[in-house]
């Protein structure tokens, strides 16, 4: 069936890629509009250089519907975002995890109340900037999820929580092309941004000063605690365990011939527990609140390869699933570095079987 004259609703953020997609579905015949999700107050925004959401962001959106002679708006969803994105995001930091706010982002503003949103209002799909494939598989009868084809740029690992329901509903129309050839289509089309600088990942959080921002909201810095080893014994003194993530090397302030490493934090100790690369070294990951992008949990083993975190490559293991919406995977390799609180992704080659939140780790 031709989806000419179908509606779409387009995020837009003001950037290259959500400006490139609406371009590309206008001309396929799409009925499109764009939407400007305004998360948080942009104020806080104009003292960084890399955020969205900005006056300047919402100004280039408009712009381009405007050149493209489709509706546009801006949708206040602050109260929403303060509760399912910022306030989770400082718990898990005074917990010691280390969380990922853009894929709770994704997962229930972007992928979740805007596809309500634009069912509600008459539209048929919803389509985001972002590098990935959907593809309807007909003999299985159900959408896959794909890398993008660009893997410099490839954010399939923040999409794993979308379901049927969501893939069916869901354009992503850049997901086939590379960064060069979407600034190169901006250009040819004559956006202003087509060389704009792309947003850092935390929007909300100016210069990326994690610390800085949580302390500004809890309205004082968080205390002191000892750094000690695996037995206990002491080593230092950290400046609150929100400054610090599994894996970190750097700022610990520790003299040593051998580098100390983060290998576990222990928030209702407050303290921070220091050891070398080598015990950072995981076989075993566990997982919670698993996503199957296919609707159907697997039976028995899954070959897979495994992603810690987005900028990982990925380690071959064999995953299979629990009770209570768990999996656990077993990697034929050590992996090193995985921070309770990130998202463990499968993989497939470059099909996304989906995902959850490291829960546990196992050396």
């Given at each position: 069936m ?12 003001g950037g290259?890629d959500?400006?490139?997609?609406a ?5 396929k ?15 806080a ?9 900005s ?15 489709i509706?546009?708006?801006?949708k206040?969803?602050r109260?929403?975002f303060?509760r ?18 853009c894929i ?5 503003l972007?992928f ?5 949103e634009?069912l509600?209002?008459g ?10 494939r959907v ?7 159900i959408?896959?999820l794909?890398k ?5 740029k ?5 999409l ?5 329901k969501?893939?069916?509903?869901l ?5 086939d ?24 990942d935390?929007c ?8 800085a ?9 968080y ?19 929100i ?8 700022g610990?302030?520790?003299?040593s ?5 983060v290998t ?12 070398r690369r080598?015990?950072l ?20 083993d ?8 987005y900028?990982?490559r990925?380690?071959?293991?064999t ?16 992996v090193?570095?995985v921070s309770?609180?990130q ?8 099909e996304?079987?989906?995902?959850g ?7």
């Amino acid at each position: 069936m031709s989806e000419t004259g179908k509606k779409v609703m387009i995020a837009m953020s003001g950037g290259v890629d959500s400006s490139a997609a609406a371009y590309l579905l206008c001309n396929k015949g799409y009925s499109c509009s764009g939407i400007t999700m305004k998360l948080y107050d942009p104020e806080a925004a104009c003292e960084a250089e890399k955020t969205c959401c900005s006056f300047e962001d919402i100004d280039d959106a408009k712009a381009v519907c405007g050149t493209l002679g489709i509706l546009y708006e801006v949708k206040d969803l602050r109260e929403d975002f303060e509760r399912n994105v910022i306030c989770p995001f400082v718990t898990a930091y005074e917990r010691g995890l280390t969380p990922n706010p853009c894929i709770e982002c994704n997962r229930t503003l972007k992928f979740r109340r805007l596809i309500e949103e634009a069912l509600s209002r008459g539209y048929d799909y919803v389509a985001t900037g972002h590098y990935a494939r959907v593809v309807y598989d007909d003999e299985a009868g159900i959408y896959r999820l794909f890398k993008g084809v660009d893997p410099s740029k490839d954010q399939s690992y923040v999409l794993y929580m979308l379901g049927q329901k969501e893939l069916s509903h869901l354009l992503l129309p850049i997901g086939d092309y590379t960064k060069d050839e979407i600034r190169g289509i901006a250009g040819e089309v004559g956006f202003s941004n087509a060389s704009k600088h792309d947003s850092q990942d935390i929007c909300f959080i100016p210069d990326n000063d994690y610390a800085a921002f949580l302390e500004n909201r809890r309205g004082s810095a968080y205390e002191p605690g000892e750094f000690v080893d695996a037995d206990g014994n002491v080593l230092g003194t950290h400046k609150g365990i929100i400054r610090y993530t599994v894996g970190q090397r750097k700022g610990l302030g520790i003299s040593s011939t051998e580098p100390y490493y983060v290998t576990e934090i222990r928030a209702e100790e407050n303290r921070v527990v220091l050891g070398r690369r080598d015990d950072l070294a995981v076989n075993e990951v566990w997982a919670r609140d698993f996503t199957w992008v296919s609707g159907k949990e697997p039976v028995g083993d899954v070959d897979c390869i495994g992603k810690i975190r987005y900028s990982h490559r990925g380690q071959r293991g064999t995953a299979r699933a629990e009770e209570g919406g768990k999996i656990k995977i077993a990697f034929e390799e050590p992996v090193y570095g995985v921070s309770p609180g990130q998202a463990l992704v499968l993989y497939d080659g470059d099909e996304v079987l989906g995902g959850g939140i490291i829960e546990i780790i196992k050396r």
